[in-house]
């Protein structure tokens, strides 16, 4: 059985990842990117579904021993893994090389004290489990072979076969230290080349250090921060710029449920925001580059925007369902690939305007595409503004007029007219002054309830929704507004969890609830520090920092989130580790530095 989600650790090489269990075992990889067949599915199955475990070796019949002790080496993306052993100490060491030629997956065994006998157990699965590789030995080498792909796996331990697995058993010693390499190739092409363990380590090591030393944040909550970018980092596809909203898919939101979703594409939303955590924070390059993926991904059709793309621009993201998986804890059905992809959600053209101002804002070079697709965005919002869509939940149920779509249209609006105003770009300003106008008064009379004081999730509607808590940070209106104060406090006291965390919206467990699925879901950990920033902006900054500090203290070992805890469970769920968490944290980090709110 396949770890909590908790128990799981990212290594990548910014084309794609892997998660390592507590107990040395890889359950998660797709090769050769994030979006590709999983050769290693065992998170969403079983241990037939393929897995790669190294490790101290242990009784047969028994479960693998988990490490005691376990860290990312500095500010980088290298894992170690220690156990201790009755026969001594032993570390694993996990990374995967920034891509210079075929991907590889490095483990590289290191004996600490004592003698420890160890065992690679190497179980590759293709096609999300369902292939079983043609296995052999060439020219010294293991090689997996089935259709389009090819495994390489190179060790100077011995290896043998049993079982369709190939296995190595062996012992280390202090000063001890033996390589384990997969790497990646097309079938029909030569073999890779030979890894060489060590010195990509050393590179490694130097990449993160070196990208790391441009983070231009030194507050207090830096440990935190710096682990959210590099994550952030990890999730980018280096090739083209695009942003995967998580490296898995199928992670249960409802552990058993149905709202079990792929999340390795790159959505529009989740990527403007992560542009904006990378801006202040001191990466342009990062910014530069998802924009001109952006400027590649709609080129020639702003009309017809999609919410998610391919993290190569993709716009076809057929969903199908894997029913030889058996699913993350039972959570069935595995997804891959997402029918929401042609949603009409109307508010990230108010994302991607104000990841486009932000950039233009802290002097990212002009690109003058750039304000063009703006002005075409904002003349098809002026005709579309006020119909009904999905909304930024990506409901399956029927279209309404969420308050939070028609709040980021008008900041698209607000946004470009700022643009107009700089000069850097020529509009219809007056006609376009009048439909911000004219969509404030729309929100304020139609989605705002007197008798309660706060906004709703949509007009006419009585539920809330945690998406209103951006009205503030977006400027909709100032934060010391009584309609926005009634709002921040009408969410804490009926969409807040018993131990203070904040639901998306209501659900009704087992009846189709307004996103048009059965069951619950955990709190959404964005929403919770949506709800920080808004703590502090309305003064209550005491309040503000204990809720984020508490939310730190749901981070894995290794500072790692995924997209929702689970109240009554007390676990992380959905996918993992999720940038729409990572994101908000570096965002609030940087609001409670600014306002002296930290403890210590």
């Known amino acids: 059985m396949a770890g909590r989600i908790e128990d799981y650790a990212l290594i990548g090489d910014m084309q794609t990842a892997a998660l390592v269990c507590r107990d040395g075992t890889v359950d998660w990889l797709c090769l050769p990117r994030f979006d ?115 495994v390489w796996f190179d060790t100077e331990a011995e290896t043998y076969g049993k079982a369709l697995t190939t296995y190595a058993d062996f012992t280390v010693a202090p000063g001890d230290r033996i390589a384990f390499t997969i790497s990646w190739e097309p079938s029909h092409k030569e073999p890779p080349a030979l890894p060489e363990p060590e010195q990509s380590l050393v590179a490694t090591e130097d990449f993160w250090r070196d990208w790391v030393e441009h983070c231009t944040y030194h507050g207090p909550y830096r440990e935190a921060v710096v682990r959210s970018l590099i994550t952030l980092k990890a999730l980018t596809y280096a090739p083209t710029g695009g942003i995967v909203a998580a490296p898995t898919t199928s992670l249960p939101e409802d552990i058993g449920g149905v709202r079990n979703w792929d999340y390795r594409y790159t959505w529009l939303r989740d990527a403007a925001i992560t542009l904006s955590s990378l801006l202040r924070t001191g990466y342009r390059e990062e910014a530069r580059a998802w924009r001109e993926w952006l ?6 059709d702003p009309e017809n925007l999609q919410i998610m793309y391919g993290i ?44 486009l101002h932000l950039g233009h804002m802290t002097g990212l070079a002009r690109n003058d595409y750039a304000s063009v697709l703006q002005l075409k965005l904002i003349r098809y919002l002026e005709d579309h503004w006020n119909e009904p869509d999905e909304g930024i939940w990506e409901v399956r149920g029927p279209r309404r007029h969420f308050v939070h779509s028609k709040v980021m249209a008008w900041v698209a609006v607000d946004r470009t007219i700022k643009l107009i105003e700089s000069g850097d770009a020529d509009g219809p300003l007056e006609r376009w002054k009048q439909l911000r106008d004219d969509i404030h008064r729309d929100v304020c009379e139609k989605g705002y ?54 639901l998306r919206y209501p659900t009704d467990g087992e009846a189709e609830g307004v996103d048009g699925l059965p069951g619950d879901e955990g709190a959404f950990l964005a929403c919770s520090f949506w709800m920080a920033d808004d703590l502090a902006m309305i003064g209550r900054v005491d309040e503000a920092r204990k809720l984020f500090e508490k939310l730190l203290s749901l981070r894995n070992d290794l500072g790692l989130l995924a997209e929702e805890w689970d109240p009554r469970l007390q676990r992380q769920v959905g996918n993992f580790p999720q940038a729409f968490s990572h994101v908000p944290l570096i965002d609030t980090a940087l609001r409670l530095t600014a306002s002296g709110a930290y403890g210590g």
């Open 312 to 355: 190569a621009g993709e716009r076809e993201l057929g969903e199908a369902e894997l029913d030889w998986l058996p699913g993350y804890e039972n959570s069935t059905p595995v997804r891959v690939g997402n029918g929401a992809a042609h949603q009409l959600q109307l508010d990230v053209y108010g994302e991607v305007t104000e990841a």
């Open 36 to 150: 590709s067949h999983a050769i290693f599915a065992g998170l969403l199955g079983t241990g037939e579904h393929g897995f790669w475990r190294l490790g101290p070796a242990y009784a047969p019949g028994a479960e693998p021993p988990t490490s005691a002790r376990r860290t990312y080496r500095g500010d980088s993306l290298i894992l170690e893994s220690e156990w201790d052993t009755p026969r001594g100490t032993v570390r694993v060491i996990d990374f995967m090389p920034p891509r210079d030629g075929a991907p590889q997956l490095i483990r590289i065994v290191e004996g600490v004290s004592g003698r420890v006998p160890m065992r690679s157990e190497l179980r590759m699965r293709f096609s999300y489990g369902r292939v079983v590789p043609w296995v052999r030995k060439q020219e010294g080498r293991t090689v997996a072979v089935a259709g389009p792909d090819s």
């Open 295 to 300: 400027l590649r991904a709609v080129a020639g």
């Open 449 to 502: 309830d007197k008798e309660r004081n706060t906004f709703t999730q949509s007009y006419g509607s009585q539920a809330l929704d945690a998406s209103l808590l951006l009205i503030p940070q977006m400027g909709f209106l100032p934060p010391d507004d009584k309609r926005v104060i009634g709002t921040i406090e009408a969410i804490q006291r009926e969409l807040s969890t018993s131990d203070g965390f904040i």
